[in-house]
């Protein structure tokens, strides 16, 4: 049968002890959480999910991008598939939250159901995507990208950091790189997808809201930067003789900067800069930069890096230099599906907290299923909007309503999609 899902509810400690469970996994003696896309710590979090599915009473099973899956049977075998569910890897030394909060409460959502003998109309699927964040010089997204057939051989020969290509890396963690067509999802097979996220931003938290929902999910455009000048004597080279490309370094990431400073994108950042030489008493003869430029619409990035190309020609030719812009990973804005944003804030309306409309400023596996999916996200408060670091937190209670929250849309999105 379907139930309204006014009588069901996750339990909190589903919730609140899987995390602190999940933390222990990769905990950095420094801090926060350290669990790389593909690491043994990534692994060992999957098969703690995996067991947990299991346990619950879910099929569970891994694919050859080395997404892990859990369905909860609904009872029209011919209906697509419900989707939720979040990552499990994480940049270094980052929180507890961002990513398997999502997977959590998308399993508990599965428990509540089976507590209390609800069964769907389709099927739910809970989902823990593989490598959300790309670190060791490896595409992001990348399990969400096999699902949608998006993930390209070019993505999986390109070498990362050792020389370790992305094919090696899924290998190396189970996953089989040869046979990663057999990964993709086609369309009807999916009814749609619902992903909970920490916000990763100060605006809930700001303004005392309880439940976030996402309108869009911003676009992103990372930049490699390459900066090559002369290494020389930092005492012997008079300044007008120089060709340094630190300096040439300063002026560019300025030059980002005012991309977002000057309204041409909402945010441009220069996360990456490092110097060649890097000695103290030499004048620097290569830098190299990494720079992300993100906005809500796919043209005003565009522009964005059609200015910031024109501003290191110039750049280049005052400090006589050689400046090469590469772009990289480039991630389309997408918008959220309005039937689905609307079950979301229903949810939030019965449960009686405050809520928010607003856009997503980082990206998610949600805008990449977006490509084969109709999909929507809850986003619950981060304290002080901090995230990828170790001082990442969310109030236990909200963890506990965000999961509350994507229950209720998911029954009311059981009853209404195709």
């Not at 599906?337 to 449960?351: C, F, S, V």
Request: charge should be negative; aromatic fraction near 2%; hydrophobic fraction near 45%.
């Amino acid at each position: 049968m379907t139930s309204s899902g006014c009588d069901l509810a996750v339990a909190a400690e589903h919730v609140v002890d899987r995390l602190d469970a999940l933390a222990a996994i990769g905990a950095d003696p420094a801090g926060g959480v350290t669990r790389l896309a593909y690491s043994p710590e990534d692994v060992h979090a999957r098969e703690t999910v995996a067991r947990w599915m299991a346990e619950a009473g879910l099929q569970v099973w891994i694919d050859q991008a080395t997404n892990l899956f859990g369905r909860l049977p609904g009872s029209d075998p011919g209906a697509g598939a419900l989707l939720s569910g979040s990552h499990l890897d994480s940049v270094t030394r980052a929180g507890a939250l961002d990513g398997p909060a999502g997977v959590v409460a998308a399993l508990a959502v599965a428990q509540a159901l089976c507590a209390s003998g609800t069964t769907l109309r389709h099927d739910l699927v809970v989902v823990a995507f593989s490598n959300e964040e790309g670190t060791r010089g490896t595409p992001g997204m990348v399990g969400s990208k096999a699902m949608a057939g998006l993930l390209t051989p070019e993505d999986l020969a390109r070498p990362g950091d050792g020389a370790v290509t992305l094919a090696e890396r899924i290998r190396s963690a189970g996953g089989d790189p040869q046979r990663i067509a057999d990964a993709r999802w086609s369309p009807d097979r999916i009814a749609g997808f619902i992903e909970l996220h920490i916000e990763q931003g100060p605006v809930l938290h700001s303004e005392g809201a309880r439940i976030g929902v996402v309108t869009e999910v911003t676009g992103q455009l990372s930049v490699a930067v390459t900066i090559t000048g002369e290494a020389n004597h930092a005492g012997s080279t008079p300044m007008n003789h120089r060709r340094d490309a630190a300096v040439a370094a300063a002026r560019v990431v300025l030059a980002v900067e005012r991309l977002a400073t000057d309204g041409h994108v909402r945010v441009a950042t220069t996360g990456v800069l490092g110097l060649r030489t890097g000695a103290r008493n030499v004048v620097a003869g290569e830098a190299l930069l990494g720079v992300d430029i993100r906005d809500g619409r796919a043209e005003r990035i565009a522009d964005a890096y059609a200015r910031l190309d024109r501003e290191v020609t110039d750049i280049a030719r005052r400090t006589r230099t050689l400046i090469t812009l590469t772009p990289g990973t480039c991630q389309s804005p997408v918008a959220t599906d309005r039937r689905l944003t609307e079950h979301i804030i229903d949810a939030a309306d019965e449960l009686e907290v405050p809520w928010l409309e607003l856009p997503s400023g980082a990206g998610h596996d949600a805008q990449v299923m977006s490509a084969i999916a109709p999909m929507a996200m809850v986003f619950v408060p981060s304290v002080g909007g901090v995230s990828h670091s170790p001082d990442e937190a969310t109030d236990p209670s909200d963890l506990v309503l965000g999961a509350n929250v994507l229950l209720r849309a998911l029954v009311a999105a059981d009853a209404q999609l195709p």
